[in-house]
């Protein structure tokens, strides 16, 4: 039998993922060798997982996109490459969706337990962290670092909004694929993900970078052209690019991160993850469709 580590976020769907976790312990030991960890408050699950002696097959991360992110480092970190399994419990659940894990805590564990089907999936290193799916800066960057969400996605969109009207344009230079761009940009995209916020986009199995400028107005008009054809005027897939710029913060899986003016990202593993039969045909659909 596989040995699998499950690491939770207690605090996910509400807190009602305490109620339900024996219940997914007792059902997965029927396959697996289990451990569980939930992190204390303030924990570093990257700094956790390092820590670790004992060496595991899976991992298995139940929470939003924040906790697979902090998940993700600690397994980046590792000397040996384990395989990756996701149970959605956050608001928006983009990485999951990406392997087509139910959102039904039920589904999900029938998956992981009726298949042993697994889609590889690439991590870039950014900085001193890593990102899992998405990089963003800029105009709305900040939308998902927001804690209280009485109305689910909705909160997100409203959030939104304000920082519409609130956020300004970044200035950057940028240096990928032997060019270097500068200029003032309202939003910079970078991702290897099939959903961002909840939309469907088109998937590479590489970075896709998205420079946006132009008025302000026009900016949710060719977001939602972006996220409808994968189309934009400025668009470059890559495996690293550097960027320098006059922002703070920057937006990596969800989460603010602070910066001081340089950003760098690279390629850093590719992890495997447990996912349903139609999300590897579809994942293999895609990459002949690349080539």
Excluded at 116 to 140: E, M, Q, S
Excluded at 178 to 196: A, D, M, P, Q, R
Excluded at 268 to 289: D, G, H, S, V
Aim: glycine share 6%; with cysteine.
């Amino acid at each position: 039998m596989e040995t699998m580590l499950i690491i939770y976020n207690p605090k996910s769907g509400k807190g009602k993922i305490v109620e339900k976790i024996d219940w997914i312990v007792n059902t997965l030991k029927a396959k697996y060798i289990i451990d569980l960890y939930a992190p204390r408050p303030n924990e570093w699950i990257r700094d956790k997982i390092k820590s670790l002696e004992k060496h595991y097959d899976i991992f298995l991360a139940i929470g939003g996109d924040g906790t697979i992110n902090a998940v993700v480092s600690g397994v980046a970190d590792l000397d040996y490459i384990p395989k990756m399994a996701i149970i959605p419990q956050g608001t928006v659940n983009d990485m999951a969706r990406n392997f087509g894990m139910p959102m039904s805590t039920k589904r999900s564990l029938k998956v992981l337990m009726e298949n042993d089907c697994t889609r590889p999936h690439n991590i870039y290193r950014i900085n001193d962290g890593y990102f899992d799916y998405t990089f963003a800066l800029g105009v709305c960057s900040g939308v998902s670092y927001i804690d209280n969400k009485p109305l689910g996605p909705l909160s997100y969109y409203i959030t939104a909004v304000k920082l519409f009207f609130k956020d300004k344009d970044v200035n950057i230079k940028m240096k990928i694929n032997g060019e270097e761009i500068e200029g003032k940009y309202k939003f910079i995209l970078v991702t290897n993900s099939e959903h961002i916020g909840g939309f469907k986009v088109k998937f590479y199995d590489k970075l896709a970078v998205v420079l946006i400028k132009g008025k302000r107005l026009f900016f949710p008009f060719q977001l939602l052209w972006y996220s409808i054809t994968s189309r934009a005027k400025y668009k470059y897939l890559t495996d690293n690019l550097e960027i320098e710029a006059d922002s703070k913060q920057f937006n990596a899986d969800g989460e603010g991160v602070e910066f001081t003016k340089n950003i760098k990202i690279e390629k850093a593993k590719t992890i495997n993850f447990l996912c349903t039969k139609r999300a590897r045909r579809r994942y293999e659909k895609m990459m002949k469709k690349a080539k």
